[in-house]
């Protein structure tokens, strides 16, 4: 409250944020024994950070492709292998997801070689400790929490993505160090899955169960994030062999095995069931998952369409022309920067730049007289593959 109280502007804001989130978890009694070391470390890490600093950088992606992201992370700082992400009049808050792929990435360097990464002991028993303290009783069991709001979701809120991976990472840890203790704390991790939302992250679907990518939202179902929780789970299980959670690997892969074909559009991916097409880091992502499940249970629909998705990304996006006029229709195979270029002898009269999603188009222009045009649709994916088709319009 004093740093606050000599703050001004965005600092003040973000601080001030965090502090009120902090009396509302208190005032509603959800202030409990185990999350309080949690989120008081949460409100120290916030009041060192903005009393001295402007909000962090964004993150860097590797590449600008032409539409949607890279499937990256925002503004994020580290603390002890920890993860702190800005999010806007929010503050920093604790990343569970990122801190535990950062923490498996550590644990991974131990178990395979990676000439970018070092095997370092002491950086993974410290990333290890701190996934163990994030794990917070919720009734029984342990779960890693999200205590900001997000998608219309209240705080604390749960994910099967970043439960699986953290239980995955610790149960590794655990092998690393020779500490059975971070196998312990990823035992009593399975409740999320065992519990049905919102409480947990499961849902009854089909012959077996989808498990969540965000507890408050039973009706937005992630591949990539259903994906890695199995995965998530089916390491933990093998390595405390756990018949229970093995059961409710079982259950969510039945399901998952009825999920993927629907994200699969022919010529890319679908981030969520029914939904809009992945952008370029998504798209990798379920790839990367759809191949970890190949490779764990040799299942022929994870092994093939992993096969698809990675073609995709070398394939041009198809078109063809449905009507050419002043509104120019046509179709595109895939998420794409489509551009409409029309050019009278050699100078270019019209040119328009959308980005859009697979299916039937249209893009418009207006002619500067009569006489003969020429049409050109360009679409450039999101992986930089490109295609064009040419036609000549006639106005009177």
Not at 67 to 89: C, K, N, P, S
Not at 289 to 318: I, N, Q, W
Not at 319 to 334: M, Q
Not at 344 to 360: I, M
Request: net charge positive.
């Amino acid at each position: 409250l004093a740093a606050r109280a000599k703050l001004e502007g965005t600092r003040k804001r973000e601080l001030a944020g965090v502090i009120r989130q902090l009396e509302a978890f208190a005032r509603q009694r959800l202030l409990t024994a185990t999350r309080m070391p949690v989120l008081f470390l949460q409100l120290e890490q916030n009041t060192a950070w903005w009393s001295r600093n402007a909000p962090p950088p964004p993150a860097k992606p590797d590449s600008k492709p032409c539409a949607g992201g890279t499937g990256q992370g925002g503004a994020r700082v580290i603390h002890e292998e920890m993860v702190f992400q800005w999010y806007a009049g929010q503050g920093l808050q604790i990343q569970q997801l990122a801190t535990a792929g950062r923490a498996n990435a550590l644990v991974k360097a131990c178990i395979e070689p990676n000439p970018k990464l070092a095997c370092d002991r002491a950086r993974v028993k410290t990333a290890m400790d701190g996934l163990a303290m994030l794990a917070v009783d919720r009734g029984g069991y342990r779960g890693w929490e999200y205590y900001f709001a997000f998608g219309g979701g209240r705080p604390p809120w749960v994910s099967g993505l970043a439960q699986g991976t953290a239980m995955q990472a610790l149960a590794r840890g655990s092998q690393v160090l020779t500490e059975p203790r971070y196998l312990d704390v990823a035992r009593q991790g399975v409740g999320v899955f065992q519990r049905r939302a919102p409480q947990g992250v499961r849902v009854p679907a089909g012959n077996g169960s989808h498990f969540l990518i965000y507890s408050f939202n039973s009706g937005l179902r992630v591949l990539n994030g259903f994906l890695q929780s199995l995965v998530g789970l089916y390491d933990y299980a093998e390595i405390a062999d756990d018949d229970e959670a093995r059961a409710l690997f079982r259950s969510g892969e039945r399901r998952a095995r009825q999920e993927v074909p629907g994200a699969d559009t022919g010529a890319w991916s679908r981030y969520s069931a029914g939904g809009a097409e992945s952008d370029l880091g998504y798209h990798q992502l379920v790839r990367d998952f759809l191949r970890s499940m190949c490779e764990r249970t040799k299942g022929a629909v994870y092994c093939s369409t992993a096969d698809r998705f990675h073609r995709y990304l070398r394939e041009k996006p198809g078109l063809r022309f449905l009507r050419a006029g002043r509104n120019v229709r046509f179709f595109v195979t895939k998420i794409s920067c489509v551009t409409l270029t029309v050019r009278r002898g050699s100078r270019v009269v019209a040119r328009v730049t959308r980005v859009l999603g697979r299916g039937a188009q249209t893009l418009s222009w207006a002619p500067r007289g009569g006489g003969s045009y020429r049409v050109e649709v360009q679409a450039r994916d999101l992986a930089s593959n490109v295609n064009a088709i040419r036609t000549t319009v006639r106005v009177g």
